[in-house]
Nanobody, 123 residues
Framework: QVQLVESGGGSVQTGNSLKLSCEAS????????MGWFRQPPGKEREFVAG????????YYSDSVKGRFTISKDDAKRTVYLQMDSLKVEDTALYLC????????????????WGQGTQVTVSA
């Protein structure tokens, strides 16, 4: 069973940066995708970024492309989300998730989820 634990959230002002971490434990198949989603207050969960568990090939939602960077440290089994030039609209609960297939963007494709870490951006 895969367990995912996020950390690194906090409160910042617009234009600042935060780096989120997602530490994974358990068996993760090489074909898996690790993803970040977010859920703003009162809104639906949305895809943010994804990366292959083995290899790289990051991909992003249009709303964060150019500002956020997903990466991973294989030795630490940790996936990161570097968030730069943060905006008020980036305020959300950020969740890490795993999909058994590559290139997933749909929430339904991800079967393992962390509890999330809160990011609040103020003007």
């Amino acid at each position: 069973q895969v367990q995912l634990v996020e950390s690194g959230g906090g409160s910042v002002q617009t234009g600042n940066s935060l780096k989120l971490s997602c530490e994974a434990s358990g068996r993760i198949y090489t074909s898996s995708t690790m993803g970040w989603f977010r859920q703003p207050p009162g809104k639906e969960r949305e895809f943010v970024a994804g990366i292959r568990w083995t290899g790289n090939s990051p991909y992003y939602s249009d709303s964060v492309k150019g500002r956020f960077t997903i990466s991973k440290d294989d030795a630490k089994r940790t996936v990161y989300l570097q968030m730069d030039s943060l905006k008020v609209e980036d305020t959300a609960l950020y969740l890490c998730a795993r999909s058994p297939q590559w290139g997933s963007r749909r929430m339904s494709d991800f079967g393992s989820w962390g509890q999330g870490t809160q990011v609040t951006v103020s003007a």
